[in-house]
């Protein structure tokens, strides 16, 4: 069976931007800070700690947290653990996320750091 076959995603796809709200350098890599609003979450909140490949150009790694509420006060949080590939201007982030409302979904990031937008989409992994 190949690994294609493996990963088995739901048929709901969700798909929303993120604004980029923060960058931070430090020794060990770059902070970035963003937020957006999706459907079943409502308004999330997003840190990303990116570390980058200390051989390869353009790619690394990350983890993250994310946080959202809705607009019935229901509150959710997901760990995030991934990769990017990319340049300075662009770059694409996939990731994997253990959501406190028991889902785990796989996410795939476009970045345009020159709009300072990220487009996400995401579904939960079949279990």
Known sequence: MSLADQLKLEDEINSFELKITSITQNPEGTQVNATGTVGRYGKVW???????????????????????????????????????IGNSVTGTVYSLDDVSDGATNFCIEKWDMSKETIQLQFSAIEK
């Open 46 to 84: 997003l840190t990303y700690n990116f570390v980058p490949n200390s051989t390869q150009e353009n790619m690394g790694s990350f983890v993250g947290i994310g946080r959202a509420v809705t607009e019935d006060g229901v509150q959710n949080e997901g760990r995030r653990r991934g990769v990017y």
